[in-house]
């Protein structure tokens, strides 16, 4: 398992959504590719006033491990909650939606391929591999013919903490293509262009949410996860652009 970052100084946004004042707080630890799909689903949830943190699922593991105070952990893959639920410090966790990766390039880009990325002086940001949206676009790199891949690997010129930041590296024009999922990509279809990964290269990308082992609201927390898989929650990751879990 990949070493998990240490908790970071500056505090993550905390973003409320719906929810009367009489009514329990849910806090929802989120990856950043997330953001969308769960902001709008915690605000449909009745009953609760939904707190969310969206981070790099690294990040969220660590403030986890660090004794921060949540109620449902949602990660960008399942190596994480299974490292956590292993500790104890998690339920049991449930994967609840799919994605696909995707290569962003700017408008107007000459970049079509993947090939394309291997040419000299194409600037290339990747995530860090501590996060999932790194590790899997390393499972893509680690699947393409070596002088291919050493290419593009020799063009990376940053490795963010999260998906949006190589999302805004990319459409900033800080950067001539990034890898990032699917999800992210339709968020600013406007701004970008996008390169597929071919099916025989795309990794397995599984999404898991576990309910906090110190949870003040467990019952609530596992009614927010079922609703991910068969409720309001998975029809917003659907509407989002996530596929349906296996």
Same mark, same amino acid.
């Given at each position: 398992?990949?070493?998990? $970052? ?22 929802? &630890?989120?990856?950043?590719? $997330? ?7 915690? *605000? ?7 707190? =969310? ?47 696909? &990766? ?8 000459? %970049? ?31 699947? &393409? ?5 050493? *290419?593009?690997?020799? =063009? ?10 190589? $999302?805004?590296? %990319?459409?900033? *024009?800080?950067?001539? #293509? ?17 390169? #597929? ?14 309910? &906090? ?34």
């Amino acid at each position: 398992m990949r070493p998990l $970052l240490p908790l970071l100084l500056v505090p993550l946004a905390i973003v409320g959504c719906g929810g009367g004042a009489d009514e329990p707080t849910l806090t929802v &630890l989120g990856a950043s590719s $997330l953001t969308e799909a769960l902001s709008k689903y915690g *605000g449909s949830l009745e009953g609760a006033e939904v707190r =969310n943190s969206f981070a790099g699922s690294d990040q969220l593991a660590a403030q986890i491990k660090q004794g921060a105070k949540a109620d449902v952990f949602a990660s960008a893959d399942t190596g994480y909650p299974a490292e956590l639920h292993r500790e104890g410090l998690v339920g049991k966790p449930v994967v609840f939606a799919r994605n696909r &990766l995707v290569v962003v390039v700017p408008k107007g880009s000459d %970049v079509s391929s993947l090939g394309d990325l291997a040419r000299p002086g194409t600037k290339i940001v990747i995530g860090d591999p501590s996060v999932p949206v790194g590790e899997y676009a390393r499972e893509v790199l680690g699947r &393409l013919p070596a002088r291919e891949r050493e *290419g593009i690997l020799a =063009n990376i010129r940053s490795e963010e903490p999260e998906v949006t930041a190589v $999302l805004a590296k %990319v459409t900033s *024009g800080a950067a001539d #293509a990034g890898f990032v999922y699917v999800t992210d990509a339709k968020t600013v279809a406007g701004a970008v262009e996008t390169v #597929a990964v071919p099916p025989q290269l795309q990794p397995d990308v599984a999404y898991a949410a576990a309910v &906090l082992s110190g949870s003040d609201e467990p019952e609530l927390a596992r009614r927010y996860v079922h609703g991910l898989l068969r409720g309001a929650g998975g029809a917003d990751l659907r509407e989002a652009g996530f596929l349906p879990p296996p």
